[in-house]
């Protein structure tokens, strides 16, 4: 595969008028042989956008043997952003009157920063290898019944399993960095569950049940790396 050099292959246009067509498909062309004629050719380079065996998530992945030589700072970053907002609801009316409303979400999350075996940097600037999460998450269950007799319940369960790892593994070499090599890790997490039920009755009865379940694993990690071998990092 030719990984991002084929971005625009097979790019085409129709607009329903053959005039714009014909102004616009040379320039898609264009830009593509721009694309391919520009691309490095390292092969290691190619095969990480073409590689089908990152992890699940949100990841940003400098591929098995890239050799990158920089002027300034080389920075591995993944960042990822999730929100959820789930409400439910009902409301019941009668001589004899039951309602229920159930709100059940299961969140999963993955970020990952990684610098493979192989790889070898050398930077004028710093080498940043960075994984963030942020998580907001809000869930609410309302019930409201009126009658002789009421019964109702809510009930509310968010589970919220979230991992981010940024990874320089072991392998990969820093010869050279003209600032300071760092990895680092970080979460910033918020889940709410909320449940409220109300009945007008003269005989009433009813449960209201929120939780939320947080896991997770924020990690930085450096393995056996050799760095500044040539030049004292920072």
């Known amino acids: 595969s030719g990984g991002y050099r084929d971005i625009l292959s097979g790019a085409t246009t129709n607009t329903g008028q053959q005039q714009s ?22 092969p290691g380079v190619r095969s990480s ?13 400098i591929g098995a043997n890239v050799v990158i030589d920089s002027g300034r700072d080389v920075s591995v970053s993944a960042t ?7 409400i439910a609801g ?18 999963d999350s993955n970020t990952t920063a990684t610098v493979s075996s192989g790889v070898r940097i050398t930077a004028g600037g710093a080498v ?7 998580e907001r998450s809000f869930g609410a269950a ?6 002789g007799i009421t019964l109702s319940g ?27 090599v760092s990895v680092s890790a970080t979460a910033d997490r918020r889940v709410d569950a909320l449940a409220i039920g109300g009945a007008i009755a003269a005989v009433a009865a009813g449960a209201a ?9 924020t990690r930085a990690l450096v393995g056996a790396v050799p760095i500044g071998t040539t030049s004292a990092a920072g």
Do not use: E, H, M
Request: no cysteine.
């Open 49 to 61: 956008f073409a590689n089908g065996s990152l992890p699940r998530g949100t990841s940003a992945v």
């Open 21 to 42: 067509s014909d102004r616009i498909n040379p320039r898609i062309a264009a830009a593509s042989a721009a694309v391919g004629a520009a691309a490095p050719d390292n």
């Open 90 to 107: 009902v409301a019941a009316v009668g001589l004899v009157a039951v309602g229920g409303a159930v709100l059940i979400a299961n969140l």
């Open 80 to 86: 990822d952003q999730n929100d959820y907002f789930g």
């Open 128 to 134: 940043k290898v960075l994984a963030n999460q942020r």
């Open 142 to 147: 309302f019930a409201g019944q009126a009658g």
């Open 154 to 180: 809510q009930i509310v369960v968010i589970t919220s399993d979230a991992a981010q790892t940024a990874q320089i593994v072991s392998g990969a070499s820093i010869p050279k960095a003209g600032g300071i």
């Open 209 to 217: 049940i929120a939780t939320a379940d947080v896991s997770g694993d």
